[in-house]
């Protein structure tokens, strides 16, 4: 069964990737509303719950991670380098933790968390010092960091189950 | 537990570390250049936006879907305020239609043929716009084959929202006016005061507690006040002139007291973007 899952998990990878900008097009009135910004990461979660819902790890995750982060960059910023380096970054994080996590809906969730913020903080730091941006740490951390946790957050828990449910099905 | 940063890992580490950031002052410095994006990276983008044009499309469906049943929704009071709005409205049409014409005429006498204010417009459909809070850009159907050039102006139905900052052959990004990196190009515009006395200047920046345009650095002894129309001034560069910006929202001293900086409102609403025009000279 191990080839459905090696179908289904690029094309879910790419269709999160443009959902992500399309979504942030259409909502942008509510998730753009100053002074709170809140970015929509459905690539980083379609990557964690691989990461995690594959038991027998046998998706390259890795490496469309690093192709879906290049068509990132290349797409959608043009500034390249960031993406492409922090979505595999993330999951190089998960699989070394992954043999100590004890699976359940709560870890996963916190995994979650701490992963959005990872993803955040490097891209923010990254484009300070390319002089991309300029903004402070604080005005980060309150008005990107907070408000794309919380709606993240609710994307995940909607979508656990169903996840779940579609990786328990496929193996 | 095993070693988490071993000398090899270290290293792997540090090159890529050096690599990303290789890249991303490369793409930084090509970004700022006047010319188009090299043709490999057009290449790739028009790839994507192939594709994003295929989960775009329902998407920007469902949304015109929700738009129509809130308009069907306020159909009757905007009925009544528009019928009110038509009479004053033809009357202006036949006004405006006279000027052109006489104002074509003119400038023929005099042999005037290309004014700062002609433009012809391309319309383009919003595909996505960047998820990330440090980049306000959008990518718009249309490239370099319908003719859209690096820096030429955008607008949406009522007025300037941004520019245009990379081309490729089927699709372009725009940054909107609302980026305030350093990077970013700054219009050229006029504000023009009830006596019809102009005060030029350009937008130094963006003001994000109040959504106002930043008009600094002005010394002018013109009386401008709060209302006063702001359009595009034609100077300097690819934008026509009489593009519009907003209105004067209010006037105030800068940092060290000696210029005032104008906050103008912007007249489009740079959240909700489903249509854009690209303005060529």
Known sequence: ?171 | MQKFFSNRKLVIAIIILIISFGLMSVSVAIRNRKSTPPLVQQFGNDVAGAIDRVVALPVNGLQSATTSVSDLLNTYQENQKLKKQVDQLAQAKVNAQTATAENKQLRKELKLNQSLSDYTAVTANVLTRTPSSWMNQLVISKGATAGVKKNMPVMSQSGLIGRVVEVNQTNSKVELISNTSSSADKFAIQVTNSAGKTVNGIVTGFDKSDNYIQMGSVTSSVKIKKGDKVVTSGLGGLTPKGLYVGTVAKIKQDDYGLASEVEIKPAADLTDLTVVTVAEQ
Request: hydrophobic share 60%.
């Open chain 1, 1 to 171: 069964m191990k080839s459905r899952l090696r179908i289904i998990f690029p094309i879910g990878l790419f269709l999160a990737l443009f959902l992500d900008g399309s979504l942030s097009n259409v909502f942008a009135g509510s998730l753009f509303k100053y002074p709170y910004s809140s970015v929509l990461h459905l690539v980083l979660m379609w990557i964690i719950f691989a990461v995690f819902l594959d038991d027998r790890d046998e998706l390259p995750i890795l490496a469309w991670s690093a192709f879906a982060g290049l068509v990132f960059d290349w797409f959608y910023t043009g500034v390249f380098g960031v993406y492409v380096v922090a979505l595999p970054l993330i999951v190089y994080l998960c699989r070394q933790i992954k043999p100590w996590l004890d699976l359940n809906f709560l870890t996963l969730l916190m995994v979650y968390i701490i992963n959005l913020t990872i993803v955040e903080a490097f891209v923010y730091t990254w484009y300070l010092m390319s002089k991309v941006i300029t903004s402070n740490l604080a005005d980060f951390a309150v008005y990107t960091l907070g408000p794309t946790i919380a709606v993240n957050l609710a994307i995940f828990v909607i979508l656990y189950y169903p996840m779940r449910q579609l990786y328990l099905r496929v193996e």
